[in-house]
């Protein structure tokens, strides 16, 4: 079935450690992005990317990077963890950078301790 | 700043009532607005797009409208049913900011009973 794979679904992650969370498309969209979600705040843009090669910054970057090194995948990482950035994360993908419909993962439940 | 008001957090509605939820937003000119469906432990899924030219936008039992007067958005789920219970987010682009991205609203979770 075509989508977004996301893993690992969840995580329990020490302060300080360095995480992947890792997402894959097979829809051959250009646009692919990161969110995060948190009771009361709602989806908030972390990185974004228009098209293999390209990334740009969200509403809130501080603490993460991405790459896009081909079209399907787009890996979120998390240099050095800290309890604040404890959220769902979800992935998303659409057909280009404009305004089309997304598609989302089941996201990647992430705890730091 | 920017922002965007669901009507509330949470909504029960009898079965084979119509649930009506509201979109608010400030600050904003949005060229589209999007509406998806979340389910517990999901990721969001797109149901609806309607552009500021669209005053109105229908699939099955789901109605959208689009006020760019009042700033507002309805949506609209007719013959409710409990399968229809979910969490409901609007989402706008933001092009006049210079940030061609989605924002979304918190979302109301919309509860049908039997």
């Known amino acids: 079935i075509a989508g977004i794979t996301q893993a690992p679904t969840s995580q329990i992650l020490a302060a300080g450690r360095r995480m992947t969370l890792r997402c894959t498309q097979d829809m051959r969209h250009n646009a692919m992005y990161w969110y995060r979600q948190d009771l009361g705040l709602g989806l908030r843009l972390i990185h974004y990317?228009?098209?293999?090669?390209?990334?740009g910054k969200g509403e809130v970057p501080d603490g993460y990077s991405v790459s896009r090194a081909n079209t399907d995948d787009f890996p979120l990482t998390l240099a050095s963890a800290v309890p604040s950035q404890t959220s769902v994360y979800f992935c998303?993908?659409?057909?280009?950078?404009?305004?089309?419909?997304?598609?989302f993962g089941d996201g990647t439940r992430l705890s730091i301790l | 700043s920017q922002k965007i008001e669901q009507n509330s957090e949470a909504l029960n509605i009898q079965e084979g009532k119509t649930a009506t939820l509201t979109c608010n937003y400030t600050?904003?000119?949005?060229?589209?607005l999007q509406w998806y469906r979340q389910d517990p432990g999901r990721g969001p899924v797109f149901l609806l797009l309607i552009r500021e030219n669209e005053k109105e936008k229908r699939k099955e039992r789901l109605k959208v409208t689009f006020d760019t007067t009042l700033k507002q958005s309805l949506f609209h789920i007719t013959a409710s049913q409990p399968a229809d219970s979910a969490t409901y987010l609007c989402?706008?682009?933001?092009?006049?900011?210079?940030?061609?991205?989605?924002?979304f609203g918190t979302g109301t979770r919309l509860t049908i009973i039997p």
């Open positions: 998303a993908s659409s057909e280009d950078g404009q305004f089309g419909p997304q598609h």
């Open positions: 600050n904003y000119s949005p060229a589209y």
């Open positions: 989402a706008l682009d933001r092009t006049n900011f210079g940030n061609e991205k989605l924002t």
């Open positions: 990317s228009n098209t293999a090669g390209t990334t």
